[in-house]
């Protein structure tokens, strides 16, 4: 009879143990699809501006038109992205062209003292900081999520129940990962 009373005990103990995993796990997943949620919202307005700007640079520098396209690319690329790892790569080469856009943007004095160019200027580099904060808070609760999917007794709970691995949010940016070269002989 004891035999069978510390048999119902292990039995309750380890489904308690399961099922606080489980649900830690659970938690910890939904973090990271709210965080996602809120970098999504984020992108969709970045997204949002960047025709306007577009528009407003091609006003003034309308033969500059592969700079365009590129940025056109670009963006049509990010806004078909269908995880954290595709987005990453995709909003770094969207960065970059928006890069060579404010390149040419700074070769003519009119259209930066237009107001409707530095408003929008303004409000995509406000929604660069949303995009950092809510990257900072996405990777944040994926790291969460990952460690709890890879510590005892996640590991163990987490196969059965199919609980899949998130990506980082990271952006790349492939001339963020080059020195940057200083001369001073000229």
């Given at each position: 009879?004891?035999?069978?009373?510390?048999?119902?005990?292990?039995?309750?103990?380890?489904?308690?143990?399961?099922?606080?995993?489980?649900?830690?796990?659970?938690?910890?997943?939904?973090?990271?699809?709210?965080?996602?949620?809120?970098?999504?919202?984020?992108?969709?307005?970045?997204?949002?501006?960047?025709?306007?700007?577009?528009?407003?640079?091609?006003?003034?520098?309308?033969?500059?038109?592969?700079?365009?396209?590129?940025?056109?690319?670009?963006?049509?690329?990010?806004?078909?992205?269908?995880?954290?790892?595709?987005?990453?790569?995709?909003?770094?080469?969207?960065?970059?062209?928006?890069?060579?856009?404010?390149?040419?943007?700074?070769?003519?004095?009119?259209?930066?003292a237009v107001e409707s160019f530095t408003q929008l200027q303004a409000e995509l580099s406000n929604t660069e900081d949303q995009i950092a904060g809510a990257r900072r808070l996405y990777n944040?609760?994926?790291?969460?999520?990952?460690?709890?999917?890879?510590?005892?007794?996640?590991?163990?709970?987490?196969?059965?129940?199919?609980?899949?691995?998130?990506?980082?949010?990271?952006?790349?940016?492939?001339?963020?990962?080059?020195?940057?070269?200083?001369?001073?002989?000229?």
């Amino acid at each position: 009879m004891i035999a069978v009373i510390v048999i119902v005990v292990i039995v309750i103990v380890l489904a308690v143990i399961v099922a606080a995993t489980y649900n830690g796990l659970v938690q910890a997943r939904n973090r990271c699809d709210e965080a996602w949620s809120s970098i999504d919202v984020v992108l969709k307005r970045r997204h949002d501006l960047i025709p306007n700007l577009v528009e407003t640079v091609k006003g003034y520098a309308s033969h500059e038109s592969e700079a365009f396209e590129k940025v056109s690319n670009a963006r049509a690329a990010a806004m078909s992205a269908k995880n954290a790892g595709e987005s990453g790569v995709a909003e770094g080469f969207l960065s970059q062209a928006l890069g060579g856009l404010f390149a040419i943007a700074e070769a003519y004095p009119q259209l930066r003292a237009v107001e409707s160019f530095t408003q929008l200027q303004a409000e995509l580099s406000n929604t660069e900081d949303q995009i950092a904060g809510a990257r900072r808070l996405y990777n944040g609760n994926v790291q969460t999520y990952l460690t709890k999917m890879q510590q005892f007794p996640g590991a163990l709970v987490a196969g059965p129940f199919n609980f899949e691995t998130r990506d980082l949010f990271e952006l790349d940016v492939p001339s963020d990962r080059e020195p940057v070269k200083v001369d001073f002989s000229a």
